[in-house]
């Protein structure tokens, strides 16, 4: 660089002596030449990270490693390179190559003497260094010819293994002691001492590491170095040459490309080199099917089963399935282990019903044990549903492992539910992400929090306490990650909003210990789809389900004997309903506008049934106990499709305003096309009509004979 701008600095002082010099052509030769010497450094800095790539890409072509992901790197928008990583863990950077950049035009020569021109400006160059194999091994080429050493060797892209030492040999026993000369009384003579141990053999010579090339531009020339940089040897001009007199340097030509081209498919990635050398690295996929050969399922139990586990819970969507699987030859299990997200599909099959029915089963997850070429594959049970889990249908599962291309796949193994015991001191839940450290008292719990854990792959949760939880009190209250849960045995009583506003929940599992479902427990609870409340629960509080808008179902056990106001109101996906027999009194709004409740059992035993309880559903028939006594206002008003009422007790129950819906009580005035009918008991049929509170009902009927609004019926027919 020094002398480059020496000469140039020498140029404008010898062009000063003439008046009519103009240096703005030499000022913009100075700028450009500082421009292209800065690009060739950025050059050259790029050819020596590609060199080393380079050595790395045949270090693995001889080791059979494998590419595991290649990534584009860009610039400004622009791609200039890739990302290339092993399964080795090494990872690499090429770049496309840029084309190496002009030579320097040669400055003005001076006017030559009797007017002769100056010669051309010689071109610049960039060496092209690359790698062809001779006899296995790669070596080092440059331009296109052998890389040599000062003895004019071959340099070596790879290393080679040291020689183990050759061991010692064993020492010579020592010889036996000479007898003494035989005396009246002499002594024997002593046996001789041992023989030294033979000295240990010498190490074998270290294996040589592969020789890098180095490049280098200094003061306008190439540089190249075998030796790490200890010494360095002169290539070539990287920069035009200045002209002679005369006669601008023609511009130097465009350098090549390191790596020429770049591509992959779905097997293996190639790469070509400047000189036109392709190097052809496997991919994962590749490399794997052109080996694996079976794949056996190992059983668990001696039944050759497989678990499907499901949590002490019953929530569905956090049951799993669990499969062993060895794998031949055991050493691709690592393979198998670094890319299952691609490669694995487990695929149940309907054993019962004579069309087979296909169910795909999403694994979450693969751990291998490398040793015994063993893979253990986990799989979300989801997808088998209810009739499974319940032992009305069954299935039997296979692994598949197929890169697009191969397709290899074990034998099918019959599925077996099986329940997962859940301690006493944990909580069990699946979520969209961590649903975070509960930052409540601990007297939400009752229990100290010693742990909680969540695996993002699965989405399942585990929170665990320091005791056994007895109650809770608003402490999983408002997670909108949170899908499912689980509650233990230990839990007797949910308190006011224990669970409450989880508007993302779909399943929750309630322990058998359950005793109490507080005030609004399940308040606003907007996605749970079905609730089985365990047997031994005997009260459920007010707007204890209260908004749960997606509940379609909800068993309620007969050990049950309190149902607060409004605890099933504005549940309007709830189809049936049945009320036990210990539940004496139906409190108002207890489900009103449910409005798809077109199905209402109420047992005997209820003597009351309270304002608006069912008001604002879908019931057809409605049958009331012969033990109920009284009727609030509007309790089943807006009924609009009611059309036959039972009406059991023998004593006319006293009715509150509106009970029932206008089809039942003003159809003379509202012209319509059909009108409900009330059944009473025939032997009190007379009661009804004299009782003050069924006047409303009674007045029309001896009008509408053939569709009289209260008639006599035999309930023993």
Partial sequence: MKKLFY?????????????????????GRVD???????????????????????QTLVNALSQNDYITNVAPISRNGEEVGYTITFKSGKTITIYHGEDGKDGQDGADGKDGINGENGAD????????????????VYYWTLNGEWLLDDDGNKIKAVGTDGKDGEDGQDGQNGNDGATGPQGPQGPAGENGADGEDGKDGQNGADGKDGITPQL???????????????????????????????????????????????RQDDNNLYLTLADGTELTLPLVSSYLFNRLQSVSFVPYFNDGAAPVYIPASGVITASYVEMSFEISPKDTTEEIVDSWNDILSIQAVNTVTRATKFIDLPVTQCVG??????????????????????????????????????????????????????????????????????????????????????????????????????????????RDALLTLSLPNSVTELGELAIGENRNMTAVKLGKGLKVIGEQAFFSCESLLDVKIPDGVTTIGNSAFSHCFALKSVSIPKSVTTIGKNAFNWCQSLKSLTIPSGVKR?????????????????????NYIGVL?????????????STVAEMG???????????????????????????????????????????????????SYDGYVASESWETYAVYAPVYQDAQILHPYNFTE
């Avoid at 940089?229 to 490309?257: F, P, R, Y």
């Fill in 216 to 262: 280098k531009i200094e003061e306008g020339y190439w540089y190249i170095s075998y030796d790490n940089g200890s010494s360095w040897k002169q290539l070539g001009k990287a920069t035009g040459e200045n002209g002679k007199d005369g006669q601008n340097g023609i511009d130097g030509k465009n350098g090549d490309s390191f790596f020429k081209n770049i």
């Fill in 369 to 478: 044990d490398v040793n015994n070429g063993v893979i253990t594959v986990r799989a979300s049970g989801e997808n088998l549903g209810e009739d499974f889990f319940e032992g009305t249908t069954t299935f039997s599962a296979r692994l598949g492992i197929s890169d697009g291309n191969t397709d290899i796949k074990s034998e099918y193994v019959p599925l077996i539910a099986t329940e997962l015991a859940q301690p006493n001191n944990e909580i069990w839940y699946t979520a969209t992400e961590h649903i975070g450290y509960f930052m409540y008292e601990e007297s939400f719990f009752g229990s100290k929090i010693v742990s909680h854990t969540f695996d993002e792959e699965t989405g399942a949760g585990v929170i665990t306490f320091e005791q056994d939880l007895t109650s809770l009190n608003s402490a999983i209250r408002g």
């Fill in 586 to 606: 139906l409190e108002e709004s207890v489900a009103m506008n449910c409005v798809s409740l077109t199905e209402l059992v109420l047992s005997e035993g209820l």
């Fill in 7 to 27: 000469f140039i600095i020498a140029a404008v002082f010898a062009a000063g002596c003439s008046e009519a010099y103009d240096d703005s052509a030499l000022t």
């Fill in 121 to 136: 400006g010689k071109d610049g160059s960039t060496p092209i260094i690359g790698v062809k194999l001779f006899n296995g």
């Fill in 633 to 683: 206002n509007m309790c089943f008003y807006g009924n609009e499709n009611l059309a036959t009422v039972y009406c059991k007790p023998t004593t006319a129950p006293i009715l509150g305003g509106a009970v029932f819906d206008e089809t039942l009580i003003w159809l003379p005035r509202n012209n319509a096309t059909r009108c409900g009918v009330i059944y009473v008991p025939s032997s």
């Fill in 613 to 625: 309880a069912f008001a604002g559903c879908n019931l057809n028939t409605i049958t009331i106990p």
């Fill in 32 to 54: 450009n030449l500082e421009d292209r010497v800065s690009k060739l450094e950025i050059l050259c800095s790029q050819m020596n990270t590609n060199i080393s790539s380079l």
